[in-house]
Nanobody, 116 residues
Framework: QIRVSESGGGTAPAGGSLRLSCDYS????????FSWHRQPPRGLRQFVSG???????RYADSVKGRFTISNVAAEKRLYLQMNNLEPEDAAMYFC??????????WGQGTQVTVST
């Protein structure tokens, strides 16, 4: 089945860290645009982090300096290192892979809870 699959969510204390992982090994070959998004319990899905066309990382203002995106092509995994977590970071996190001729693939999400 062609899909992306997130993992690594869980509960962390405020100020703590989590690392999310997205497995994209089943995708067909393409130069994908990868990004992370999140959806809080009573909110809309929002962009968290991705890559510019030149490969430079891009972040939502709310996570700059705390989150780091990385793509390890050899592993076919996308990561999101989340440090200094805040209660507002609690959400379902989704990985997205976008190919100009195949379309977009979304995972089922991984839940992040921040305890205070």
């Amino acid at each position: 089945q062609i899909r992306v699959s997130e993992s690594g969510g869980g509960t962390a204390p405020a100020g703590g860290s989590l690392r999310l992982s997205c497995d994209y090994s089943s995708l067909l070959p393409c130069s994908y645009g990868f990004s992370w998004h999140r959806q809080p319990p009573r909110g809309l899905r929002q962009f968290v982090s991705g890559f510019e066309t030149d490969g430079a990382p891009r972040y939502a203002d709310s996570v700059k300096g705390r989150f780091t995106i990385s793509n390890v092509a050899a592993e076919k995994r996308l990561y999101l290192q989340m440090n200094n977590l805040e209660p507002e970071d609690a959400a379902m996190y989704f990985c997205k892979a976008e190919c100009w001729y195949l379309g977009s693939y979304w995972g089922q999400g991984t839940q992040v809870t921040v305890s205070t």
